[in-house]
């Protein structure tokens, strides 16, 4: 079942189990979520998140998306929702 985000709450909902997010890690999959099956750099979900200009993000985004497939996938090391494109970014998939 595909995780339901309830924007007023700010949380994420899957398999009818509410998930505790940071509110990072809550606008990062928001992000995402809001843009399905698009590939974004690092940088640019840097940007969005953080509304700051991105500065070497690579490990930061990389360490917040860990933690969200470690708490919302079956099988984190081969995730169903967010994929990893080498050399090119992330995505949701819808």
């Avoid at 590939?39 to 500065?55: D, L």
């Avoid at 985004?61 to 860990?66: G, M, N």
């Avoid at 967010?82 to 995505?91: D, V």
Wanted: charged letters at 25%.
């Amino acid at each position: 079942m595909q995780p339901k985000l309830n924007k007023k709450g700010r949380s994420v909902c899957i398999n009818n189990k509410d998930m505790h997010l940071t509110p990072k890690e809550y606008g990062i999959l928001s992000f995402l979520m809001d843009n399905p099956n698009q590939i974004f750099t690092s940088e640019e979900i840097y940007a969005s998140v953080w509304g700051e200009e991105p500065f070497d993000t690579n490990r930061i985004i990389a360490v917040h998306l860990r933690h969200i497939r470690e708490k919302m996938e079956e099988n984190p090391s081969k995730p169903k929702w967010i994929q990893s494109y080498w050399g090119r970014g992330y995505s949701f998939q819808k």
